[in-house]
C-alpha cells in the first residue's frame, strides 16, 4: 500500500462517526423479532446437524454397505443410501424455511430503520436542512440503508448456521480421528487474525465509499432536477456538469475496486490453504497406518467430506466477520444522524392556542442569531411590536434587514436567541408545535408544488377535503377557471415543482392550499415579487381574499402591494426603525420614504 492511499485510510478512518455501543444497537433493531429468532435458531441447529449426518452415513456406507468382510451388502447400502437422500430432502426444506425467515426479518429491520431515519429527519429543525446538502441526507436515507440490507438478511442464518456446523464438523473430526484434526485445524487462528486486520481495512474504505456515494446523489439532485437543467442550460454547463459527476464516479468506481480486492489475497490464501488440506490428510493417514493406528478407507473418506463441510462455513464465517466489520462504518453513519437531536422541540409544552386570543402576535425585545453566524453577528436586535387579531400587518425594508428571518420565528421554525414570541398570548415555546402549525398558513415566494396532481397538491393542507371544498378554495384564490380549462382538470399533473404551470398559476394554486386549510394567521413572505405585473395583479386579486378576515404578515419589497396595510414596520440592520401606516411613513421622510420614492422612481 502506498503511503497517499495509507494518509487517505487513516483519514477516513478518522473521518468516520464514533458511535458508542455500536453493536448493541444494531442487535436491538432485531428485538421485536424475537419469535422469528427463535424459529430460526431452532431450524438452523436443526439443519446444522443434519448437514453433518451424511459424512457420517458415508463412513458406515464404505465400511458395512461396499467393502465387509463378506463382499458388499446391497440392502445395508440401499438403506443408508435412502436415509441419507431422506435427510438432503429434509435439510433442503428447512433451508427454504430458514430463507424465508431470516429475509423476511432482515428486510423488516431495514424497512424500520429507513422509516425511523426518515421519521427523525422529519423532526429535524430548518437549519439543518439549510446547511445539509439534500442529495447527502438522501444517500443516508437510501444507499447507507441499502448498504446494511444484505447483512440484516443474511447474518443471522449465516453466523449462526456456519458455527454451528463448523462445531458440529469438528466434533465429529474428533470423533473420526483426533490427529488428522490437529493437523487441519493448527494453522486456523492465523486465519482469524488475519482477517480482522483485512476487516478494519474494508470498513475505512466502506466509510470513504458511502460518502463519494453522498456526493454523487448530491450532485444528481442538483443537477439533473428542472432547475439544475435550466441552470446548466442557460449557462452551456452541460460539458461541466458531466465532467464533475464523471470526477466523482471515478473516485466512486476506484473506492468500489479497492473495496472488492481487499482482501482477496487473504481469501485466495485461504483457499488455497483449505484445499490442501484433504491431501495433508492423506499424507497423515498413510502415517497413521504405517505406525500401526486403524484407520480404515471409510475413516478417511468420511473424515475428507466432513473437512469440506468445516471449510465452506468456515470461509463463509470469515465473509460475514468481514461483511460486519465493514457493514460497521453504515450503521455508524445511519446512527450518527438518529443521534442528531432537533434544536426545536415541544420538550415538556403542553398548551394549545388559546381560541380567544387566537391571531395575536406579539415579539417582545426578540433577539436572533442563525446557528453559523459569526460570534456577535445578530439577524434581529431588540424586535418588539404587536399585531392585532385581524390586523393587515406588513415588514419591509432593504434586503437583508431580517424581514424573512421574523416569519421564521412566527411558527417556529427557528428559535429566538433572546427576548420572547408569543402567540395568541402565549409563547411559542410553550405551545405545542403542532397546535402552533395548524393555526399558520404561508405564501412564500417559491411555491412548492408536488410531482402530483393538483388536486392531490391541494389535498396536502388538508386530506380530507371534498372536491367541493376544493373547488370553492380554488375560487376563492381565482384559479378555478385556469384549472377546469385543462383537459385533466384537477387530476392534471403539474410536474416536478410545478413546472408544467406558469408562476401566477402556481401562486394561486399555493394560495388556494392556504385557504383550504383556513389558518388564523396568514404569513405571506415577499408572495408577489417573483411574478410579471399582470400575474401579480391577478394573484393580488387572490390575495385579498386569502387574507379578509384573517391576521395578515406580509413580507413585502414592493410596497404598492402593502399601501392598505393596517400597520407597516420598517426593518433596517435588524431592528424596526420606523411604524405606522403607509400615508404616514411617507410623511415622516425616513427610509420608509426613501424606498417609496426609489420604487416610484423605477417604474415612471
Known amino acids: 500500500m502506498s503511503s497517499g492511499d495509507a494518509a487517505a485510510q487513516k483519514a477516513a478512518n478518522a473521518a468516520a462517526p464514533k458511535i458508542p455501543d455500536l453493536f448493541r444497537r444494531i442487535r436491538g433493531l432485531f428485538s421485536p423479532h424475537r419469535k422469528a429468532l427463535l424459529v430460526t435458531v431452532v431450524l438452523v441447529l436443526v439443519g446444522a446437524a443434519i448437514s453433518v449426518a451424511p459424512p457420517l452415513l458415508t463412513k458406515q456406507a464404505f465400511d458395512r454397505g461396499l467393502f465387509p468382510a463378506g463382499g458388499p451388502d446391497v440392502p445395508v447400502l440401499m438403506e443408508l443410501v435412502g436415509l441419507m437422500i431422506g435427510l438432503w430432502v429434509l435439510s433442503a426444506g428447512i433451508g427454504v424455511w430458514q430463507t424465508y425467515l431470516t429475509a423476511t426479518v432482515g428486510n423488516s429491520v431495514m424497512g424500520a430503520l429507513r422509516i425511523r431515519l426518515f421519521g427523525h429527519l422529519q423532526r429535524m429543525e430548518l437549519a439543518f436542512f439549510t446547511r445539509t446538502k439534500t442529495g447527502v441526507i438522501q444517500s443516508r436515507l437510501q444507499n447507507d440503508v441499502g448498504g446494511v440490507a444484505n ?191 432537533p434544536a426545536i422541540t415541544d420538550g415538556g409544552a403542553s398548551a394549545t392556542v388559546d381560541e380567544a386570543q387566537l391571531g395575536r402576535v406579539e415579539f417582545d425585545d426578540v433577539e436572533f442569531a442563525y446557528p453559523d453566524a459569526e460570534p456577535g453577528q445578530r439577524t434581529l436586535r431588540g424586535v418588539s411590536f404587536d399585531i392585532e387579531p385581524g390586523q393587515f400587518a406588513a415588514f419591509v425594508g432593504p434586503s437583508g434587514a431580517g424581514k424573512t428571518t421574523v416569519s421564521y420565528l412566527i411558527p417556529r421554525f427557528y428559535e429566538a436567541t433572546g427576548g420572547s414570541v408569543r402567540f395568541a398570548g402565549t409563547d411559542v415555546r410553550d405551545l405545542r408545535q403542532e397546535s402552533l402549525v395548524e393555526n399558520i398558513g404561508i405564501v412564500s415566494q417559491e411555491t412548492y408544488l408536488f410531482h402530483a396532481t393538483i388536486g392531490d397538491n391541494l389535498r396536502y393542507a388538508r386530506p380530507d377535503a371534498t372536491d367541493e371544498q376544493l373547488v370553492d378554495a380554488a375560487r376563492q384564490a381565482n384559479i378555478h377557471e385556469t384549472i377546469a380549462s385543462f383537459p385533466d382538470g384537477y387530476d392534471t399533473v403539474v410536474g416536478e415543482r410545478g413546472y408544467r404551470l406558469s408562476g401566477g398559476e402556481k401562486q394561486r394554486i399555493a394560495i388556494a392550499r392556504v385557504l383550504l ?28 381574499t386569502a387574507t379578509r378576515g384573517r391576521t395578515t404578515i406580509a413580507i413585502a419589497h414592493r410596497l404598492s402591494t402593502v399601501r392598505h396595510a393596517d400597520v407597516v414596520f420598517v426593518v433596517d440592520g435588524g431592528r424596526i426603525v420606523e411604524r405606522g401606516t403607509h400615508d404616514e411613513l411617507v410623511a415622516l421622510g425616513g427610509v420608509y420614504a426613501d424606498l417609496y420614492g426609489q420604487q416610484v422612481a423605477s417604474t415612471t
Open 151 to 341: 447483512v440484516l438478511s443474511n447474518t443471522i442464518s449465516s453466523v449462526l448456521g456456519n458455527t454451528v456446523t463448523v462445531i458440529a464438523a469438528f466434533i465429529s473430526m474428533l470423533v473420526l480421528s483426533w490427529q488428522m484434526t490437529v493437523v487441519t485445524v493448527i494453522l486456523l487462528p492465523l486465519l482469524v487474525v488475519a482477517q480482522r486486520r483485512v476487516g478494519q481495512v474494508r470498513a475505512r474504505i466502506a466509510t470513504k465509499t458511502q460518502e463519494s456515494l453522498s456526493d454523487m446523489t448530491a450532485i444528481t439532485q442538483e443537477a439533473l432536477s428542472v432547475s439544475g437543467i435550466l441552470l446548466a442550460k442557460s449557462f452551456n454547463q452541460q460539458r461541466s456538469e458531466v465532467e464533475r459527476y464523471s470526477a466523482e464516479n471515478r473516485t466512486q468506481i476506484g473506492l468500489q475496486v479497492r473495496q472488492q480486492m481487499s482482501g482477496q489475497w487473504f481469501f485466495a490464501v485461504v483457499q488455497i490453504f483449505l484445499s490442501v488440506i484433504p491431501a495433508l490428510i492423506y499424507l497423515v493417514a498413510a502415517w497413521l497406518i504405517l505406525r500401526d493406528v486403524p484407520v480404515t478407507a471409510g475413516t478417511i473418506v468420511a473424515f475428507t467430506t466432513v473437512q469440506a463441510r468445516l471449510t465452506f462455513p468456515l470461509m463463509g464465517l470469515l465473509r460475514v466477520a468481514l461483511d460486519l466489520q465493514t457493514s460497521g462504518a453504515l450503521f455508524a453513519r445511519i446512527f450518527e444522524y438518529l443521534d442528531l437531536r
Open 517 to 544: 386549510k383556513d389558518p388564523a394567521v396568514l404569513v405571506l413572505d415577499e408572495a408577489t415579487s417573483a411574478l410579471d405585473t399582470v400575474s401579480e395583479r391577478v394573484v393580488q386579486e387572490a390575495l385579498d
